[in-house]
């Protein structure tokens, strides 16, 4: 009897904390910077109105996550999808987004003010924000940067992976170094970032190389944003932010948004995923195309090297990892999340859809930080960058 009393017990006191963590993860604003779901599905024609089985976002789901304002992203690659360029590519992002919208319209909100995304929460829609992820998008031309700025983008990142003639990327700065005709922020670039402050559009410098992170903190007057990004120190990676980046964005005023892509969480599963793309996994490639066609090898080689990083998988502890380190760096005011939702082939273990925000809030407060703390962490600090930066 009184074992059955204690497993009562037991059940009585996760029950009444499970229902804690979801009341404060209910009150919170919770703030996503980035989500690529238009690209990698809209475009596709797939209907995000309703619940998908597949893909990891839709309506349906940011409202079961507890989801209430979303950035999302304009991506194009390095090739435009449009014999016109990457600027009519953006265009049609935003049009795709528009059209969501406009079918939803007691469930979204399309905001460009800081007043009506806070109008969209006191509604309980989801309020959709615009960021143009990379600048190649403006083609070199401040007239474009004004035209998106008039479609409703709010940030933008200076670059994607491809630098522009003005700005050059992580990945260049530090793979491709030797190459680069130039490093940092050109005189043009500079005119970008100021001109970005003078519409109201957040300077993100997810995906930059050092030399243009700093030249860009170095120029804005306003509040930046790293959209999607992690902490160096834990997973060293080239996308990822060391300490003085860090405490630069913290004087700043800015915010350092979480990537949840597993390969920027783990050094483990960034170091296999490198040795499966490179001569190891070239070499059982080789090994396996002697026997199948090229259609075959690739399903083949696909469905391995996903079993291969499964072990790999960080859990959602090691994501709460990197919000911990800059809390401890600088302060709980300078974090937020940035989940890549959508745009990334491999998440935490838990982590597998835009419903599962709340195993972030239970982490939190198994480690003990406060209510208050939560709430600047899932939303608050961005939503303070936003009121400073957008009109």
């Given at each position: ?7 009562l ?7 009444t904390q499970?229902?804690s ?10 703030v ?5 779901v238009l690209?990698s599905?809209?475009l ?8 998908l089985?597949t893909?990891?976002s839709?309506?349906?789901r ?6 209430d304002?979303?950035?999302f992203?304009?991506w ?7 014999k ?21 319209p007691f ?14 929460i006191?509604?309980n ?15 070199n031309d401040l007239n ?8 409703g983008?709010?940030y ?7 630098s522009t ?16 005709p ?12 100021r001109?970005?402050n003078?519409l109201?559009v ?9 030399q ?36 630069a ?15 920027f969480?783990d050094?483990?599963?960034a ?6 793309e ?5 070499r ?13 090898l ?13 072990p ?7 994501l ?13 005011g300078?974090?937020?999340i ?10 935490p ?7 599962k925000?709340?195993?972030?809030t ?9 209510n208050?703390?939560?709430?600047k962490?899932?939303?608050g600090?961005v939503?303070?960058?936003m ?5």
């Amino acid at each position: 009897m009184k074992l059955f009393l204690l497993f009562l017990l037991f059940l009585s006191v996760n029950f009444t904390q499970a229902q804690s963590i979801k009341k404060i993860h209910r009150k919170a604003i919770l703030v996503d910077t980035h989500n690529d779901v238009l690209s990698s599905s809209v475009l596709e024609g797939k209907d995000i109105s309703h619940r998908l089985t597949t893909g990891q976002s839709d309506l349906d789901r940011w409202e079961e996550g507890g989801v209430d304002v979303q950035f999302f992203s304009v991506w194009t690659d390095r090739t435009p999808r449009n014999k016109e360029g990457f600027f009519k590519d953006a265009n049609q992002e935003i049009d795709s987004l528009e059209i969501i919208v406009l079918r939803n319209p007691f469930r979204m909100s399309l905001a460009t003010t800081y007043k009506q995304v806070k109008k969209g929460i006191r509604q309980n829609k989801l309020v959709a924000l615009i960021g143009v992820e990379g600048g190649h998008m403006i083609e070199n031309d401040l007239n474009k940067l004004d035209s998106l700025y008039k479609r409703g983008m709010r940030y933008m990142t200076l670059t994607w992976n491809n630098s522009t003639h003005w700005a050059t990327s992580a990945m260049d700065e530090t793979q491709h170094a030797d190459s680069l005709p130039h490093k940092g922020l050109s005189d043009f670039g500079k005119q970008v970032v100021r001109r970005m402050n003078e519409l109201g559009v957040i300077v993100d410098l997810s995906h930059v190389g050092e030399q243009t992170f700093y030249d860009a903190i170095a120029t804005t007057s306003k509040p930046v944003l790293l959209s999607h990004s992690s902490v160096w120190n834990i997973c060293p990676v080239f996308r990822n932010v060391k300490d003085d980046q860090i405490k630069a964005v913290a004087k700043n005023g800015g915010v350092i948004c979480i990537n949840f892509y597993s390969g920027f969480l783990d050094s483990n599963f960034a170091r296999k995923m490198d040795q499966l793309e490179g001569t190891e996994g070239k070499r059982i490639k080789d090994s396996l195309g002697q026997n199948y066609d090229a259609a075959k090898l690739n399903e083949i080689w696909a469905k391995y090297f996903s079993n291969q990083l499964e072990p790999y998988r960080p859990t959602v502890s090691k994501l709460v990892d990197h919000i911990d380190y800059i809390v401890k760096l600088v302060g709980d005011g300078y974090v937020g999340i940035g989940s890549d939702f959508d745009g990334v082939s491999s998440l935490p273990v838990g982590m597998d859809d835009v419903t599962k925000y709340p195993l972030i809030t239970r982490e939190l407060k198994r480690r003990g930080y406060s209510n208050k703390s939560i709430k600047k962490i899932l939303g608050g600090n961005v939503m303070r960058v936003m009121k400073a930066d957008m009109k």
